[in-house]
């Protein structure tokens, strides 16, 4: 049977909020990176049950998050998220 390739009511809030929540994360807490995202959603935000993980994170914020960029830190080799400069 092939997926259903619209997206429902519960997906797009799910998908809001997620976009919600690390902008206002990221606003508070800059720089941080995405296992300090997801720690933060996962044990303070109770969102458990959506199956996050940093490698999901980091694919999510540059194609959802416009109010998100990011760096390179070279010394540890991962992305730093910042606030975006508009």
Not at 38 to 66: E, Q, S, Y
């Amino acid at each position: 049977m092939a997926k259903p390739k619209g997206e429902g009511s519960q997906k797009k809030a799910r998908t809001d909020r997620l976009i919600n929540e690390i902008e206002g994360y990221v606003k508070g807490n800059e720089p941080c990176t995405a296992q300090q995202i997801v720690a933060w959603l996962t044990i303070d935000r109770r969102m458990r049950n959506h199956g996050l993980t940093p490698r999901k994170v980091g694919f999510f914020i540059p194609r959802n998050c416009k109010g998100v960029d990011y760096y390179r830190d070279h010394a540890a080799g991962r992305r730093v998220y910042v606030v975006a400069e508009d």
